[in-house]
């Protein structure tokens, strides 16, 4: 097949992106394709046009390749892509839609408020930072509603530092959530499918610094990842439901990852779910399949057979 890989863009996470998309487009040419590396500019379209490519993988992170809006453009070009749809693209990039959607849903995911930058500029939400606080309670965390590997994240620990939490958010997005501080052991359990759908094994991963930062995400060493999680096996069983249901909620094609944290009695609370996992060299959908006996070209071959199956 002629296969384009989009990588690259312009979000914050571009790096991330080509380190994902590079290591596709390795495993793709492996594989015997036609592979076509394509950077987010002004020519994407035409190129697009002109190549007749007979699918499209999207290798991109963060805001304008996984908020739907470059899906949006491949359902008017006909092209086929990887990756869920445009609905469950723009709800799951969406934190505080998403989280609506789990509460409706009766998807654990801990409580939270959403302030957009209006609500400060205009009309002094800062004085509502303390009655929040108290109804939701210390530690919390605050981050934007729309961003990606832990970009803005960070804890309050009391009330004199969730000024400080909110400013740094407020810069990554125009809308933050605040949400409780859920303390226990953080999984992400990536899912494969279109109606029939596969869960693979959770992969835990535990910080040295404690908080899984970018660097903690990004540079080897920084992070030790078990897979599977070492969990009591109900405790993973009921992680793997809760993926599989959170993924069909958001309507979710080909694949997803849906990251949680185990909370202290044993239930998986929910924090979100990705629709473009990340493919680099330390990230959790790959070691997940590896551990499920599908070593990455295959991983990568299987996405592509999952998106022609959606698109006929
Ligand atoms: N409610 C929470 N309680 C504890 N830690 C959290 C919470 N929300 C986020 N975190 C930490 O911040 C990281 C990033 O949060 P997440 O909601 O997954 O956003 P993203 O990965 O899109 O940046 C998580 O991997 C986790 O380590
Ligand atoms: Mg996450």
Do not use: W
């Not at 969730?162 to 990536?190: M, P």
């Not at 694949?255 to 944290?261: A, E, T």
Request: glycine share 8%; aromatic share 6%; proline share 5%.
């Amino acid at each position: 097949m002629r296969i384009g890989v989009l990588m690259g863009g312009r979000s914050l996470e571009r790096d991330v992106s080509l380190r994902s998309g590079r290591r596709v487009s390795r495993a793709l040419a492996e594989l015997g394709h036609e592979v076509l590396d394509l950077d987010v500019d002004e020519n994407l379209v035409p190129t697009l046009k002109d190549e007749l490519l007979d699918l499209v993988y999207i290798a991109l992170h963060g805001k304008f390749g996984e908020d739907g809006t470059v899906q949006e453009l491949f359902e008017i070009l006909d092209v086929p892509y990887t990756g869920p749809g445009v609905f469950s693209s723009a709800i799951g990039f969406n934190k505080a839609l998403s989280k609506e959607i789990f509460q409706r849903e009766g998807i654990p995911t801990p409580p939270f408020f959403v302030l957009s930058e209006a609500t400060f500029q205009e009309m002094g939400a800062v004085h509502s930072l303390a009655a929040a606080g108290e109804k939701l309670g210390f530690p919390l965390v605050v981050k934007p509603v729309a961003q990606g590997s832990a970009l803005g994240v960070k804890v309050a620990n009391r009330e004199d530092e969730l000024l400080e939490a909110v400013r740094s958010a407020l810069h990554y997005d125009d809308r933050i959530l605040l949400e409780n501080y859920v303390k226990g052991t953080e999984v992400a359990v990536s899912i494969l499918g279109n109606e029939e759908l596969e869960a693979l094994p959770p992969v835990e991963t535990v910080p040295r610094s404690g908080f899984y930062d970018f660097d903690s995400r990004y540079t080897p060493g920084l992070t030790e990842y078990y897979c599977p999680a070492r969990l009591d096996e109900e405790v993973s069983r009921r992680a793997v439901e809760t993926a599989l249901h959170t993924h069909r909620a958001l309507g979710c094609m080909n694949v997803s990852r849906v990251d949680i944290i185990i909370d202290g009695a044993g239930v998986p609370q929910v924090l979100e779910l990705n629709i473009s996992p990340g493919m680099t060299e330390t990230s959790l959908l790959p070691m997940a399949a590896e551990t499920a006996g599908l070593e990455f070209k295959h991983l990568v071959e299987r996405l592509i057979k999952l998106a022609m199956e959606k698109y006929a």
